[in-house]
């Protein structure tokens, strides 16, 4: 395998441009072959009509390390730190985000209320003589808070985001998604006690100028006056292997050309990695790739004739007569990207290929939209006016009951390849965050650039997944 022949990254999401940026920063011969015509993945930022807004929108976690440094370097020092405004809207109320549930037993009626600690503290007792099994996502959420305040918190929501009863999803969802209160850290959050302890997300972010895709666009923009080649509107077809290493790949775009190449980076879901190596791997591993499950994610943007729709960055839509998941506002991270007396908003659903919703003509999701957002607030028609709808593909991973077995079968394999390396979100089947994606970028830009043994890179790959799916 001639050294010189070029390293192809797959995928310019924030991890495959987070590792490309250092190998050409080292010298290397690049090429990152992206089958969509935008980069930066999930982390994209569009610009319509004078309007610029996020897939989302998405802020990067601030955790003061390398990866840090690198978004700094990357947003050209035009960002500022921010708090993640969000809430949650349940029986018509907002609530803080994550859900306090002290401030859910104050808010919500007197009668549910006591439904739902009853209902708690039965589960609890139950619970000491007849142990819940906890083999699924439904069963760990409801042995720690009951069936009332599981449903009303997650379990409805949860069905509606992947698609499938949540008694059909793992239970490490759950750790990773779900806080685990003991009943003593209950009461006293309930009374705003001092030492309360609560599962959070991060509280500080930064955010560039112009939107989170600007900060990938100028990675892109580095890799090419560098040297690199990005094609975009193109994908692997075929990984050919020699042995156990990558010996080359054909790519299809506009024409279908064979690139030799010394070593294989994947940021793009393990069923297309697999599915295109030739030889082909056994069975019992192309299986296990094929039933590694994805939901997809539609976004319908919507101009709104109002100043602002809230005074959130986020909504999240727990009351089962909402169609959609969330509702983002742009204006809220970033006033300058919705210029003027009016205000943009996104409204996520999340579908499966087969869902009548994915299939559904633009128009459809924009009436279904606007039907949703008037039970948030009374908004004439004719103040929601223009939209556009995206669709993506394959957005987050589903853990089913199965998803370990399959992964561990998937990654087993791949880590007997010599020279194709996984990595970020969809390389690995994880939900992760944009600093996550590019953190392993810049540790596998250092890998290769070491000259080490795959193992190594095995060895960090397991690391990682152990934390996540612990």
Same mark, same amino acid.
């Given at each position: 395998m001639k050294k010189n022949n070029p390293i192809v990254i797959l995928g310019a999401g924030s991890a495959g441009l987070s590792v490309a940026c250092q190998l050409v920063k080292a010298g290397k011969k690049v090429i990152v072959v992206e089958k969509e015509d935008r980069i930066g993945g999930l982390a994209h930022t569009v610009t319509e009509k004078g309007y610029s807004f996020d897939f989302g929108p998405h802020a990067f976690h601030s955790k003061n390390d390398e990866a840090d440094e690198v978004f700094k370097e990357f947003s050209e020092g035009k960002y500022k730190k921010i708090y993640m405004k969000a809430c949650l809207l349940l029986?018509?109320?907002?609530?803080?985000?994550?859900? #306090?549930?002290?401030?859910?037993?104050?808010?919500?009626?007197?009668?549910?209320?006591?439904?739902?600690?009853?209902?708690?503290?039965?589960?609890?007792?139950?619970?000491?003589?007849?142990?819940?099994?906890?083999? !699924?996502? *439904?069963?760990?959420?409801?042995?720690?808070?009951?069936?009332?305040?599981?449903?009303?918190?997650?379990?409805?929501?949860? #069905?509606?985001?992947?698609?499938?009863?949540?008694?059909?999803?793992?239970?490490?969802?759950?750790?990773?998604?779900?806080?685990? @209160?003991?009943?003593?850290?209950l009461v006293k959050e309930t009374f705003g006690a001092?030492?309360?302890?609560?599962?959070?997300?991060? !509280? !500080?972010?930064?955010?560039?100028?112009?939107?989170i895709g600007t900060v990938f666009e100028a990675m892109a923009r580095f890799c090419v006056n560098n040297g690199a080649e990005i094609m975009r509107k193109s994908y692997a077809s075929r990984i050919i292997l020699e042995g156990r290493r990558a010996k080359a790949v054909r790519i299809r775009g506009a024409r279908e050309i064979e690139v030799p190449c010394s070593d294989l980076i994947f940021t793009i879901p393990i069923p297309e990695t697999i599915n295109c190596i030739f030889p082909s791997p056994e069975l019992k591993v192309s299986s296990a790739a094929d039933n590694l499950i994805y939901r997809n994610l539609i976004l319908v943007f919507m101009e709104i004739d109002v100043p602002n729709v809230t005074d959130q960055l986020m909504v999240y839509l727990l009351d089962n007569d909402f169609i959609f998941n969330r509702i983002g506002e742009q204006k809220n991270i970033e006033s300058g990207m919705i210029p003027g007396s009016k205000s943009l908003i996104s409204m996520e659903i999340c579908c499966g290929d087969d869902d009548q919703l994915w299939n559904a003509?633009?128009?459809?999701?924009?009436?279904?939209? #606007?039907?949703?957002? #008037?039970?948030?607030?009374?908004?004439?028609?004719?103040? @929601?006016?223009?939209?556009?709808?995206?669709?993506?593909?394959?957005?987050?991973?589903?853990?089913?009951?199965?998803?370990?077995?399959?992964?561990?079968?998937?990654?087993?394999?791949?880590?007997?390849?010599?020279?194709?390396?996984?990595?970020?979100?969809?390389?690995?089947?994880?939900?992760?965050?944009?600093?996550?994606? @590019?953190?392993?970028?810049?540790?596998?830009?250092?890998?290769?650039?070491?000259?080490? *043994?795959?193992?190594?890179?095995?060895?960090?790959?397991?690391?990682?997944l152990n934390w996540r799916l612990k």
């Open positions: 029986h018509r109320k907002y609530f803080d985000y994550p859900l #306090r549930f002290g401030q859910a037993l104050i808010k919500l009626s007197p009668f549910f209320t006591l439904r739902m600690l009853a209902d708690y503290f039965k589960t609890k007792v139950k619970n000491k003589f007849y142990p819940i099994v906890e083999d !699924s996502f *439904e069963s760990w959420g409801i042995r720690r808070y009951g069936r009332t305040m599981y449903d009303m918190a997650f379990g409805n929501y949860s #069905r509606k985001v992947w698609g499938v009863p949540t008694s059909k999803l793992h239970k490490k969802l759950a750790q990773q998604k779900l806080p685990d @209160m003991k009943l003593w850290e001092k030492g309360a302890k609560q599962k959070i997300l991060y !509280s !500080s972010y930064y955010y560039p100028q112009g939107g003509p633009d128009s459809r999701l924009f009436d279904l939209a #606007r039907h949703d957002l #008037r039970k948030l607030k009374h908004i004439p028609d004719n103040a @929601m006016s223009n939209f556009c709808v995206k669709r993506l593909r394959q957005a987050y991973p589903i853990y089913d009951l199965n998803f370990d077995s399959n992964l561990n079968n998937s990654m087993e394999y791949l880590y007997t390849l010599e020279n194709i390396f996984p990595a970020g979100r969809q390389g690995l089947y994880i939900n992760n965050d944009i600093h996550d994606s @590019m953190k392993m970028g810049l540790e596998l830009a250092r890998h290769i650039l070491s000259g080490k *043994e795959k193992e190594h890179w095995n060895a960090t790959v397991k690391s990682y």
